[in-house]
């Protein structure tokens, strides 16, 4: 899973209805791109493009993702969040405060300094220490 996939989902949620969920992105992904995920991995893309600031946090109502930019902005701020660097799609985790999986992200590190590593979530702003979160496999339907 790479920046085509990303920018592949940037395109998907921000036309028609304005909003993605995590079923919205397995459905049209296989169905416009023939590309067949998991829900978790699409609920991980969900939040790389929250983290790139594209939608907001999930509605519980409707459990999806209202999109904040228009196409064009969306577009260009998932290139820019694309290019400070590339996700490490090996190390997906489960915030065990909201239950997202999402890549491991800065939070605090043993390398920084920190007692313990810890994952920051990207979903909910959660930081806890790594070993609470589960190690999530990103496998393709």
């Not at 999402?102 to 390398?111: E, F, L």
Request: proline share 6%.
């Amino acid at each position: 899973m790479g920046q085509n996939l990303l920018r592949i989902a940037t395109e998907l949620v921000t036309e028609g209805a304005r909003h993605g969920s995590p079923s919205m992105l397995m459905r049209r992904l296989n169905q416009d791109h023939n590309v067949q995920i998991t829900f978790e991995a699409a609920r991980a893309i969900l939040a790389q493009l929250y983290a790139a600031g594209i939608v907001a946090p999930v509605d519980p109502a409707t459990h999806a993702h209202p999109v904040l930019l228009d196409r064009e902005e969306a577009l260009a701020a998932i290139d820019n969040y694309t290019s400070v660097g590339p996700t490490n799609w090996s190390d997906l985790y489960e915030c065990p405060q909201c239950c997202r999986v999402a890549p491991w992200t800065d939070g605090r590190s043993r390398a920084a300094g920190d007692e313990v590593d810890e994952f920051w979530c990207q979903t909910c702003g959660a930081e806890v220490p790594i070993t609470a979160c589960a190690k999530t496999e990103l496998l393709a339907a």
